[in-house]
């Protein structure tokens, strides 16, 4: 398959509309670039991201944020112990004329932050589950449609995991990205402290709408893809699994549970997505292992030996290149 012209000029508009929503972004965020650039990966292939960082590193502003900048509705749910499935769905209720009426939840929106998601009982876990995969919600009998695009992008705290409730696979397993949000560099965190205690009258403008994010999807899913990238990714994917005989003895010694052929989707998007950035019109390998590890890192289940041995997934994902 090759790009044709129209194509082209779809994909120098991305890379400048992206550009744009990078400038609007840091108006408000000191650094972060590479989690701004993971998180436009993740919207733009139509896919879901949870955001694993310490409290403070300004995961919710930079949602916030990124979501005026597609000017789309944004939705933020407070994951709680006492959270319920109809808190974040809806509920019927009964009107004036007695017939039952559905309320929508908040999660009929474009972007969803599932704050803390962890720390709500899989009951409500599971509520997501139809949501994130068929872009709809069942309550009492009737599907209702989400909004389109729909996103969530979840945040877990990594410290303090007493009383929390960690995530399915299945449900790990519908997030494109699991994206580590790291603390700022000396100067990153000096122009923070700066910024955040003086007048700051930064105000973030609107990009882009709701038809130009569904049309870029759009385009991104008909970039070429050469044979060989294809069958880097699901190789790739294919050596994380225990059962194979093509995986590397590391990952038979310390792997449970490797990734699914959804992690091969997952790879395949994210690299386009990647190339676009890069000004590429077509992902090659390097493009591949640029996203693997935030595809990989919840889709691989370790055994006690490798708890015993303190081997991390990072370092089973860097020694499968």
């Known amino acids: 398959m090759e790009i044709n012209n129209t194509d082209i000029q779809s994909i120098e508009n991305l890379v400048r509309v992206c550009d744009n929503i990078k400038n609007e972004v840091s108006k408000v965020i000191v650094g972060q670039k590479d989690v701004i650039d993971k998180l436009l990966i993740t919207i733009f292939s139509n896919g879901h991201a949870v955001l694993i960082g310490v409290p403070g590193l300004a995961k919710t502003l930079l949602v916030n944020s990124i979501s005026k900048t597609l000017g789309l509705h944004f939705n933020r749910i407070q994951f709680t112990p006492d959270l319920m499935p109809s808190d974040i769905i809806g509920a019927e209720i009964i009107d004036n004329d007695r017939n039952f009426k559905f309320v929508k939840g908040p999660l009929f ?152 052929p959804r992690a091969s989707q997952y790879l395949i998007l994210g690299a386009k997505m990647h190339a676009v950035l890069k000004g590429k019109y077509s992902p090659d390998i390097e493009d591949v292992r640029a996203v693997s590890a935030d595809v990989l890192r919840h889709r691989i289940v370790k055994n006690y030996k490798a708890e015993a041995e303190g081997v991390t997934i990072e370092n089973i994902i860097q020694n499968l290149f």
């Open 109 to 260: 929106g474009n972007i969803i932050l599932a704050d803390e998601i962890n720390r709500t009982p899989p009951k409500t876990q599971s509520a997501l589950l139809e949501a994130m995969q068929e872009k709809s919600v069942t309550v009492s009998g009737k599907t209702y449609k989400l909004d389109s695009p729909f996103f969530v992008l979840a945040t877990q705290n990594p410290i303090e995991q007493e009383g929390t409730y960690p995530l399915p696979e299945a449900q790990l397993d519908r997030f494109m990205f699991s994206i580590v949000v790291d603390y700022p560099n000396l100067n990153e965190e000096l122009q923070i402290v700066k910024s955040n205690t003086t007048v700051n009258h930064q105000e973030i403008s609107k990009v882009l709408n709701l038809e130009d994010i569904l049309n870029f999807q759009k385009c991104l899913l008909g970039l070429p893809v050469t044979n060989n990238v294809y069958s880097y990714a699901v190789e790739l994917v294919r050596k994380t699994r225990p059962n194979n005989e093509s995986s590397p003895e590391e990952i038979k010694k310390f792997i449970d549970f490797g990734a699914g």
